[in-house]
């Protein structure tokens, strides 16, 4: 099994703007310097879940690149996100939706 450690420990800052919407930005790929910024709004109904876009900045190898983000809070911990991610754009093989998806957790360091 190989793995692809270039998207570990990689800092995600979340910016409230206001109601239930967020700001994200988030660095991807170490080795390529890659920049994200979303904006996702939490569910008014519960407050648990929240969507929205993220795309790849410019300067990055995916400038121009974008995708979707569905982001669940866990009940038993605030200080945790399940960020389901789907990319959407190009649609070309490598980047092929149905095969560049997946999941992250984000996690809030102590200060």
């Known amino acids: 099994m190989i793995f692809d450690f270039q998207n570990i420990d990689l800092e995600v800052h979340l910016h409230y703007l206001e109601g239930n919407g ?31 876009r993220y795309r790849y900045l410019d300067g990055s190898a995916y400038s121009g690149h974008f995708g979707t983000y569905t982001v669940y809070r866990f009940q038993e911990d605030d200080n945790k996100l399940l960020v389901l991610y789907q990319h959407v754009f190009p649609r070309r093989t490598d980047n092929n939706p149905d095969a560049n998806r997946g999941w992250e957790i984000w996690e809030r360091r102590p200060r």
């Open 22 to 52: 967020f700001r994200i930005d988030a660095n991807y790929w170490k080795n390529l310097d890659c920049k994200v910024e979303a904006h996702v709004e939490f569910v008014e109904s519960n407050k648990m879940v929240a969507t929205g």
